[in-house]
Every structure is written in C-alpha cells, then in structure tokens.
Nanobody, 115 residues
C-alpha cells in the first residue's frame, strides 16, 4: 500500500527557514494533487498549500509569499520551503494525497518557531 513520509521539521528562530519533505512510496506523486496541512495544538487542521499534477500551485493567504511548494518527480517527493517563519507557524505539518484511490496522510513533522 502506498504511503507518505514527512521529514524536515525542527526548531527554528522567528525569521528563519525550513524545508519540509514529503516522500511517497508505492505510487507516483506526479499523477496527483499533493497538499500540505498543519495543525497547531488545540486547533483544527488547516490547509497550507497544494501542488497539482500540472505543476500549478495554490497557497493559503497566511503563507502566500513566504512558503513555496514544489515537486521533484525522480525522487517522488514534494517539498515545502518555508521562509520568514513566524511563531504562529508552529504546528505539526502533514502532507496528503490521493494514492491508489485512497486518501493518504503522512505521520506529520513538528515545526516549532520561537520568538
């Protein structure tokens, strides 16, 4: 069964950068829309960004201009480059895609931004 694995989270100072990775096994990501979402403690999970099979992208207003989603097909990986990080970007970040007909989520990676 296809699955997703996120990595790249960590602790960073406000204004810093991180790059998250979402690696897929068992199914090609290039055929699907892949989304990044995040969930802060005590809050609902929110959508952050999507890259479509065409390569076009879309972003939540809260991250537009600071985050960039991209895809590297030969590595079957989607990235989320996060710049100018703010304390309220602190959350567990998840990637999501419909793989082999199933709505698939990774286990999440923690991002903590300190002021």
């Amino acid at each position: 069964q296809a699955h997703l694995v996120e990595s790249g989270g960590g602790l960073v100072l406000a204004g810093g950068s991180l790059r998250l990775s979402c690696a897929a096994s068992g199914s090609p990501l290039r055929n699907n829309a892949v989304g990044w979402h995040r969930q802060a403690p005590g809050k609902q999970r929110d959508w952050v960004a999507t890259i479509f099979s065409t390569g076009s992208t879309d972003y939540a207003d809260s991250v537009k201009g600071r985050f960039t989603i991209s895809r590297e097909d030969f590595k079957n990986t989607v990235y989320l480059q996060m710049n100018s990080l703010k304390p309220n970007d602190t959350a567990v970040y998840y990637c999501n895609a419909r793989l082999d007909g199933y709505d698939t989520w990774g286990q999440g990676t923690q991002v903590t931004v300190s002021s």
